[in-house]
């Protein structure tokens, strides 16, 4: 059975960092694509980061230059670097992986065969 659980969510301030991680277990996802989305409330959920089995990234233009995507094969585990953070980044951050190694952009939720639970980021003075 295979669970994505994501952890490091929490109350920031503006300005702030905070790391997110996603931990896979069930399978291997080290040669496959794997995503970052968040959704706010009232909000469709919107894709954030990506990342290719060969560690190459991409990202939304709302985050670029602020956020990082990584990965540890070792670990089974994804992550999501968020510096700058601003009000507007507030949302529940969904950790996704794909049943495939692409090398396209994945930025749609159609994309992804698997989702963890959400961890809530909160960035607020």
């Known amino acids: 059975q295979v669970q994505l659980v994501e952890s490091g969510g929490g109350l920031v301030q503006p300005g702030g960092s905070l790391r997110l991680s996603c931990a896979a277990s069930g399978r291997t996802f080290s040669r496959n694509s794997m995503g970052w989305f968040r959704q706010a409330p009232g909000k469709e959920r919107e894709f954030v980061a990506g990342?290719?089995?060969?560690?190459?990234?991409y990202y939304a233009d709302s985050v670029k230059g602020r956020f990082t995507i990584s990965r540890d094969n070792a670990k089974n585990t994804v992550y999501l670097q968020m510096n700058s953070l601003k009000p507007g980044d507030t949302a529940v951050y969904y950790c996704a992986a794909a049943d495939r190694g692409l090398l396209r952009e994945l930025r749609g939720p159609g994309d992804y065969d698997y989702w963890g639970q959400g961890t809530q980021v909160t960035v607020s003075s």
């Open positions: 990342i290719r089995w060969n560690s190459s990234t």
